[in-house]
């Protein structure tokens, strides 16, 4: 009886980590080689934030400081200047998006919109600050206009289609989670 309530806990745990994982890291090839090979702007959108938003927003602060901290860290080891500067960003991020998850309901994409924007923004001037400010160049203005303005409009489109998507694989992950709960006391 109790071990195999443990082991099923256990086993969606697992499932949940491992998929998540998979959308982490499909995130991250989708952003760095299909759409930075897409010749529609001159950037591209912010994937790893999306999801970074959309786990903080369904499962709450620990869980989007997790999923912000691991896709930051494959940001940071595949293209970062400085070890566990994108780690440091799209976990604070994540965290700070756990806030808002009392008021999110799955229905509704405006919070998510709302919360991606302001993400969007916030990375974009730490990127700004980290990246260009120390070394010197100072122009805010094309900066926000070509790079962070264009990400963030890119960045929400994609949060658009994909959102569906997103509340997809969560719910059946709920629902396994759900079907095994109930077969605890079967």
């Known amino acids: 009886g109790r071990n195999r309530q443990g082991a099923g806990a256990m086993k969606g745990i697992v499932s949940r980590v491992v998929v998540t994982g998979i959308l982490i890291l499909a995130a991250f090839l989708l952003q760095n080689n299909i759409f930075a090979a897409l010749p529609l702007i001159c950037t591209t959108p912010n994937l790893l934030l999306l999801v970074t938003v959309s786990f903080g927003l369904l499962h709450g602060k620990l869980?989007?400081?997790?999923?912000?901290?691991f896709s930051g860290l494959l940001m940071d080891m595949?293209?970062?200047?400085?070890?566990?500067?994108?780690?440091?960003?799209?976990?604070?991020l994540g965290y700070g998006c756990g806030f808002f998850?009392?008021?999110?309901?799955l229905e509704y994409v405006t919070l998510p919109m709302a919360v991606c924007i302001g993400c969007e923004f916030v990375y974009g001037?730490?990127?700004?600050?980290?990246?260009?400010?120390?070394?010197?160049?100072l122009d805010l203005p094309f900066y926000f206009t070509?790079?962070?303005l264009p990400e963030t409009i890119y960045t929400v489109v994609i949060l658009v289609l994909v959102y569906?998507?997103?509340m997809f694989v969560n719910r059946r992950l709920d629902e396994a989670a759900k079907r095994r709960s109930a077969e605890k006391f079967d």
């Open 63 to 69: 869980t989007g400081l997790a999923v912000g901290f």
């Open 146 to 148: 070509t790079i962070i």
């Open 164 to 166: 569906r998507f997103l």
């Open 78 to 92: 595949f293209g970062g200047t400085l070890l566990g500067q994108y780690a440091l960003i799209l976990g604070v």
């Open 125 to 137: 001037f730490y990127v700004y600050v980290t990246g260009f400010l120390i070394r010197g160049r």
């Open 101 to 105: 998850t009392p008021y999110f309901f």
